[in-house]
């Protein structure tokens, strides 16, 4: 782990500089509460933090060492998504989204920040709802999708520790849908919602909403639609049964997949990338075992198909922080690829083969991206492992002693 303890320590230097000359204490006045009150100690820099979910809790490493953290009891089948703070996580349980408080944060001084950690906590804020659903952070604001009622909420992201302590959070916006169903909302910098229409039996596509819920423009060519991204200035992407869909500004596009069925049910844009990345699917009744990936142009409107090398799921695609395309395949195989023309520049072994589950539920390898680094969990092996993806060598494994299923990797609001 020499290299990312040369990341965390270049972090430190730009983070917590300021040591010989740090201010009074009565200069920190809006530091989070909790960074004085006793339980929280002070780091050199930020320490990301690894939150996986098991059958029955959820199981919280440190990014750095691989070491357990905490151990966190919770029976049933729960999802977990970033909070958009770097330091909270909501998990989707029954009767809503709970807010896990995972002890790593950083906040931000001037010019520098300084940055804390404490055990983790799952806190007693809960935001009801009938069938919690996605989760999106976007420009500062976290968006919950109710599937069982199609009501949306869209918070305030660095509220988050203030809501836990009050407990409670108000919405900054609260949006009803027509008809309940598997949906998705963003907030658009211009103040507009982008909020998908559909019903409990078919979802038709998406409609851009002014302040006052009022439709501004909608499009019905999005059969299916599902999975959502924002990439550039403001642009927003989603998947569709038939290619995919794009919000720029106050108008519509539709890019069209080359098949008659070409789904993507999940979209990953990158920084400083035209290009979108996205799962691929041409069998409406195969399972969640995939093959192709799309890389969407967005800037030219045009969709390239290309094989990924082996099989794979959603849950193997993240994004580098060259805009690079990370794919982990059924193989064991961490494959990288040029995002413009789709041809691997660096694979490395990670795994052994592996077979997708028959249900998405079932735990299978995961893959998350950090600062240069890949995360690839094994539930086979109950392993974490660490890749530097760039120099194609595996640098860390360690045994975690669960069968992970969802991860997210907190940063500790490392921006």
Known sequence: MRALGALSLAAALALAGCASAAPAEDEHEDHNHAAHSGEAVETAG??????MTYDGGIRIVDAGTLEEVADIPLEGFNRINPAGD?????????GGWQLLDVGTWTEAHGDHGHSFETEPTLTD??????????????????????????????????????????????????????????GVAVPTEAGGLFVTVGDADSRSGAALLDQSDDIVVESTDCPG?????????GGLLAGCENGAL???GDHFHHIPAPDDFGRIGN????????????DYKTDAEAGIELHDIALIDVEAEQMQIVDAGS???WRGLARGIDGSVLVLGTDGTLRVLDAES????????????????????????????????????DPQSGTVAVVDYAAGTVTSEAEIGVEANEVVLSDAGMR
């Open 125 to 182: 804020l809960s935001i009801a709802a009938v069938a919690p659903g996605h989760v999106v952070n976007h420009d500062g604001t976290t968006t919950l999708f109710d599937d069982g009622t199609g009501k949306v909420l869209v918070f305030d992201s660095a509220l988050w520790a203030q809501a836990a302590e009050d407990g409670e959070a108000t919405p900054l916006r609260e949006y009803q849908a027509d008809a309940a169903h598997h």
């Open 311 to 313: 099989s794979y799921t």
């Open 246 to 248: 794009v919000l720029h």
């Open 225 to 233: 639609i599902h999975g959502e991204t924002s990439y550039g200035d």
């Open 267 to 278: 979209a990953f844009a990158a920084d400083d990338s035209s290009i979108v990345l996205g």
């Open 46 to 51: 930020p320490k990301p933090r690894i939150v």
């Open 342 to 377: 789709g041809e691997v520049t660096t694979s490395v072994s990670v795994l052994d083969d592996w077979t997708p589950p028959a249900e998405w539920q079932g735990a299978h390898p995961s893959l998350v991206e950090h600062g240069g680094f890949a995360y690839v969990t």
């Open 86 to 94: 770097g330091r909270h996580v909501l998990v989707s349980t029954q």
